[in-house]
């Protein structure tokens, strides 16, 4: 019996390392540990607006972009004050020798002013980016934090989130949740969905944000909102714990309930149009709707693993990324998912691809790894 489970052990170790070298997935960065270049801290999202040029964020404010497809990484050190609120020094300036606009780079990216924080402690955790183009940006994250670009990238400026319920003191209160999903439905307007049911909601372009929060109290359970996605101006979906599911038809004015038909938390939402969508979620779930969420199907995918995040290219092919560096990957609108692993034990994040032919994803433990097909 022993000799039997070594054996399918083995095997099965063997086949996920052939699964990966045939997708050829590539470690661009290895993990933290290995690597020792002293800039460390999970990763939790990268985008790439083509397939030279991308980000990546993750732990105490860590922002490090490519020119080169991820071939090199550097580091963008930028302010986390908010406006009008007070800064104390903190963060490291750029490692040099990366690529523009990153450690080394102009002024406003690594070299330039160290990053800061907000209260005590260290930056903030960014978990998310979002880009309505190639020049205007958004990063969202830990402590209300939201960081707006409008140079592609190079340099980020924080905007103000505020509470809707005033504070004691009669004034607008301060942001405390982390914000995990953002979208803007034009030029004006967006929102940001994020934990303790939060949902903030601009009208000025992304400078400011109001809305609110439910704070649990001791004994309360805490539902966290993990994605956002807009398949209109009018239409839109939020996902967050233990299978909620929400829809606005009215712009985001009020927002209905849906069943999902699982209780699982899901972290990840992807559509392709108003009709075609997938969200992924705990214990290997995706579900898939064709008919703009009138109905969702499960999909098989022989995985167990929590997947964080999804994401399609067209109509057939799209990948997602979860727990133990699992990777899915569908080239049949998800009738079939092929599972493999890319090398650790470590939770992939977040993946984003531009076409067929290219993709990344992150890792908490520091590693960017890239899918280039022949």
């Not at 083509?50 to 497809?69: A, P």
């Not at 712009?251 to 992807?270: A, C, M, S, V, Y």
């Not at 997947?307 to 569908?330: E, K, Q, R, Y």
Request: with cysteine.
């Amino acid at each position: 019996m022993i000799r039997t489970i070594i054996s399918l052990f083995g095997i099965a170790l063997l086949f996920s390392f052939a699964t990966v070298a045939d997708a050829e997935w590539t470690v661009l960065r290895e993990d933290d540990i290995l690597r020792g270049d002293g800039i460390e801290g999970m990763l939790h999202d990268v985008y790439f607006t083509d397939n030279q040029n991308g980000l990546v964020v993750g732990d105490n404010g860590l922002i490090l972009v490519t020119t080169d497809g991820g071939t090199t990484w550097g580091r963008i050190d930028t302010t986390m004050r908010p406006p009008g609120a007070g800064q104390r020094p903190g963060g490291r300036r750029g490692a040099g020798g990366g690529p523009p606009g990153a450690g080394g780079g102009p002024p406003g990216a690594g070299g330039g002013p160290p990053a800061g924080m907000f209260g005590g402690g260290a930056p903030s955790p960014l978990y998310h980016i979002y880009f309505i183009n190639e020049s205007v940006g958004y990063i969202i994250g830990g402590r209300a934090t939201i960081l707006k670009t409008e140079d592609g990238g190079k340099t980020w400026d924080r905007k103000r989130a505020v509470s809707d319920t005033p504070g004691r003191d009669g004034r607008p209160g301060r942001m405390r949740a982390n914000l995990m999903g953002i979208q803007m439905i034009s030029d004006t307007t967006g929102f940001i969905a994020g934990s303790e049911n939060t949902i903030l909601k601009t009208t000025d372009g992304g400078e400011t944000w109001v809305g609110s929060s439910e704070r649990a109290r001791v004994g309360e359970t805490r539902n966290n909102l993990e994605g956002i996605w807009f398949v209109s101006p009018t239409t839109g979906w939020v996902i967050g714990s233990f299978g909620t599911l929400m829809q606005t038809t009215d712009g985001g004015e009020t927002w209905e309930k849906r069943n999902p038909g699982f209780d699982n938390n899901l972290f990840g939402i992807h559509f392709l149009d108003e009709n075609t969508g997938w969200i992924c979620g705990q214990e290997g779930l995706i579900l898939h709707t064709n008919d703009g969420g009138a109905t969702w199907n499960q999909q098989k995918t022989e995985s167990y693993d929590d997947l964080h995040d999804i994401t399609f290219v067209d109509s057939m092919v799209g990948w997602a990324v979860g727990g133990f560096n699992s990777v899915l990957h569908t080239t049949d609108s998800g009738k079939t998912w092929t599972v493999s692993n890319i090398p650790g034990a470590a939770n992939l994040k977040g993946v984003h691809a531009t076409d067929q032919n290219n993709c990344w994803t992150i890792n908490d433990w520091g590693v960017i790894a890239g899918y280039k097909a022949q």
